[in-house]
């Protein structure tokens, strides 16, 4: 990063990544030179190395947690844990009845204040088979 906006700044250099978004990276860089000549700014690039870098400790994920991931060492306590619930079949028929039957983007909107991992297709899958079988309950009701 360090190398790309410096070399955009000066010109010495033109940006090449292997990245797929080579061309969106330019697109960006080349953007902070107008930047700084309209607002007359004073430009100011160093180089960080990781060990300085505040931010590295905060977004990297330690080693000690990679090491467990991938079997190399038992943990001796846990270290993270996490759990995923989704919400059954009859939660989500449940809140698509309390809200007054709405309809899917209504009950996926009050489904995601409950678990926000819910998909909408699995809400419109819940919604058509109550559709299907209240259609079949009022037939039974009008063949009987």
């Known amino acids: 990063m360090y190398h790309w906006i410096s070399d955009t700044l000066t010109g010495k250099a033109q940006v090449k990544t292997k990245a797929s978004s080579e061309m969106l990276i330019r697109r960006r860089l080349s953007t902070l030179k107008p930047l ?12 960080i190395t990781p060990g300085c870098n505040l931010a590295d400790a905060l977004t990297r994920v330690p080693q000690k947690w990679l090491r467990m ?7 001796s306590q846990e270290v993270c844990s ?7 079949a009859e939660q989500i ?7 007054g039957h709405c309809g899917v983007k209504r009950t996926l909107y009050f489904v995601r204040k409950v678990n926000p991992s819910v998909s909408r297709k699995e809400v419109q899958r819940i919604i058509v088979w109550l559709l299907r079988l ?3 309950q009022s037939y039974r009701f009008f063949v009987s």
């Open 36 to 47: 700084i000549e309209e607002y007359q700014l004073e430009l100011k690039v160093i180089l």
């Open 69 to 75: 991931a991938n079997g190399q060492e038992q943990p």
């Open 82 to 88: 996490a759990a995923a619930d989704s919400l059954s």
């Open 93 to 99: 028929a449940q809140v698509h009845h309390t809200t």
């Open 134 to 136: 209240a259609r079949l």
